[in-house]
């Protein structure tokens, strides 16, 4: 059986192993994303591989070698944005073939059946959806990987108190 003090030294360590985790620290190799450096240009790769402080980048065109203290910030890909595209013009055309139909009815005082309403509208909105999806999947999604602001910092901070009778650990997060 555990007594505290073993339990403090367990928790102790399962702590200081997650205040260890690397935040900021740059990746050794990634596929697909793109890179922004010091002098402002951005650079989207296929490949990136880290070798003696020095990054090698594989674009559509050529090769590159950066230097890591030239890096501000790298990013993966992570797909598109076809889903949120397709959503907001799907919702877009959705409303607007509601209310034209809604107008078109009432400005003409010719009172159309709701089956070809029901068209009128599935029709413009399936066409908005697919416009947005076509627009979307162009649109790349990225999700940062490292930060050059954030490699100063601990995004963890471990504070251990011992008192004459009892123990305490302190564990925050930055975000």
């Known amino acids: 059986m555990m007594n505290m003090r073993d339990n403090f030294i367990v928790m102790a360590l399962i702590i200081s192993g997650l205040s260890l985790t690397a935040w900021g620290q740059l990746p050794q190799s990634l596929e697909k994303g793109r890179i922004s450096k010091s002098d402002g240009r951005q650079i989207e790769f296929q490949s990136l591989t880290l070798v003696d402080g020095v990054y090698n980048l594989k674009t559509k065109k050529d090769q590159q070698e ?21 959503a907001a013009l799907g919702g877009a055309a959705f409303l607007g073939s509601i209310l034209g139909v809604n107008q078109a009815e009432s400005t ?19 066409l908005g959806v697919a416009i947005g999806i076509l627009v979307g999947s162009k649109q790349k999604k990225y999700e940062t990987v490292y930060n050059a602001s954030d490699s100063d910092q601990s995004r963890w901070h471990l504070d251990l108190q011992s008192l004459p009778h009892s123990t305490g650990i302190s564990l925050s997060y930055t975000f």
Do not use: C, F, P
């Open 66 to 86: 950066i230097t890591a203290a030239d890096v501000l910030r790298i990013e993966k890909q992570t797909g598109n944005e076809a889903l949120l595209w397709g």
């Open 108 to 126: 003409s005082g010719i009172e159309a059946d709701s089956d070809s309403k029901t068209a009128i509208v599935a029709g413009l909105t399936g």
